[in-house]
């Protein structure tokens, strides 16, 4: 069974850092997609950043330049840097994996959120 558990949220201010975190139990395939979606209250869940097992990663461009994906394999945690954060990066994120698909844009598993929130 895989399991997702991210960590890392809180509150900042505004131009603040926050570093999230997600451990990934279970999940033992070799070729992957691996990243962090995110839900804004009253808006539609967004693709945030990518990894995959090539180790290419890709961007919404809202946070390129600000945000950084990163895996410690030896760890089977995923990261995601958030400096220069903005309030409307304020947000439930979730943790995301599966198999590897062009694009990584099929999320087969899902951690529990964590809530990410910017203030002005």
């Known amino acids: 069974q895989v399991q997702l558990v991210e960590s890392g949220g809180g509150s900042v201010q505004a131009g603040g850092s926050l570093r999230l975190s997600c451990v990934v139990a279970g999940y033992s395939g070799s070729s992957y997609c691996m990243g962090w979606f995110r839900r804004a209250p009253g808006k539609e869940r967004e693709g945030v950043a990518v990894i995959d097992s090539n180790g290419m990663t890709n961007y919404t461009d809202s946070v390129k330049g600000r945000f950084t994906i990163g895996q410690d394999n030896a760890k089977n945690t995923l990261y995601l840097q958030m400096n220069s954060l903005k309030p409307e990066d304020t947000a439930m994120y979730y943790c995301?994996?599966?198999?590897?698909?062009?694009?990584?844009?099929?999320?087969?598993?899902w951690g529990q959120g964590t809530q990410v929130t910017v203030s002005s």
């Open positions: 995301v994996a599966g198999p590897f698909v062009p694009g990584c844009n099929v999320a087969n598993y």
